[in-house]
């Protein structure tokens, strides 16, 4: 039976080794795979524990690249999972849909989200607010981004209800554009005023409250 002849840390990254086998590079592995395995010179693996082991060194190379996805900035659980499947695709040449179905995206999403790493709420919080602050955007472009980000509808309703000063908001994006508007009639300006704010995402309502605050009646 095959058996373990060295484990030697690996130069360039710290805390990964490499696991000899009879004499020749076998695989990689963590601290965690070897403890986990309790791996050591001398044991005796079969092809299909060597295979297992393999495997779950890959998985854990996955879990360590979806960390520092998550680094850069909070993502959604579908962000993650699309991530996870473009990287798997191309370690076995497969199709991104095929890719998707890897029982190993499910795995490390869970971990994910054991250690707090992953949250859809807490994603849809922090997205609305990013989205109403210096560029404020309204409550249709923002539930839009995040449908495409696989948020679910009831998650994002919650999140955008949070946000009780749309016309504020509205009124602060039209502050920035009404000086190159000051030669426009007041119909011409109200029509500006929808059109901008519908842009971004405004409902009629909140737009008709800003356009009856910063324009004259006529």
Same mark, same amino acid.
């Given at each position: 039976m095959p058996q373990i002849t060295s484990i030697e840390p690996q130069k360039r990254r710290r805390g990964r080794f490499n696991i000899y086998v009879d004499g020749k590079f076998s695989f990689a592995a963590d601290e965690n795979? #070897?403890?986990?395995?309790?791996?050591?010179?001398?044991?005796?693996?079969?092809?299909?524990?060597?295979?297992? &082991?393999?495997?779950?060194?890959?998985?854990?190379? &996955?879990?360590?690249?979806?960390?520092?996805?998550? $680094?850069?900035?909070?993502?959604?659980?579908?962000?993650?999972?699309?991530?996870?499947?473009?990287?798997?695709?191309?370690?076995?040449?497969?199709?991104?849909?095929?890719?998707?179905? $890897?029982?190993?995206?499910?795995?490390?999403?869970?971990? #994910?989200?054991?250690?707090?790493?992953?949250?859809?709420?807490?994603?849809?919080?922090?997205?609305?607010?990013?989205?109403?602050?210096?560029?404020?955007?309204?409550?249709?472009?923002?539930?839009?981004?995040?449908?495409?980000?696989?948020?679910?509808?009831e998650i994002i309703e919650k999140a955008i209800s949070k946000v009780t000063n749309q016309t504020e908001l509205g009124r602060n994006v039209i502050e920035k554009k009404i000086k190159t508007w000051k030669k426009l009639t007041n119909l011409e300006l109200k029509k500006k005023v929808y059109e901008h704010l519908a842009r971004r995402g405004f409902d009629s309502k909140t737009i008709n409250e800003v356009i009856a605050q910063i324009v004259k009646k006529v």
């Open positions: 795979l #070897l403890a986990k395995n309790m791996l050591s010179v001398g044991k005796s693996l079969t092809a299909d524990q060597i295979e297992k &082991l393999i495997k779950e060194n890959e998985a854990g190379k &996955l879990f360590d690249a979806s960390l520092r996805f998550l $680094s850069y900035r909070q993502r959604s659980e579908k962000e993650v999972c699309d991530f996870l499947a473009k990287k798997i695709a191309r370690i076995e040449n497969i199709k991104f849909a095929e890719a998707s179905q $890897s029982p190993v995206i499910s795995q490390i999403i869970t971990r #994910l989200k054991k250690r707090s790493f992953l949250n859809d709420e807490e994603f849809a919080n922090w997205w609305v607010k990013a989205r109403t602050g210096s560029q404020p955007k309204g409550p249709y472009v923002i539930r839009k981004e995040l449908l495409n980000k696989g948020v679910d509808k």
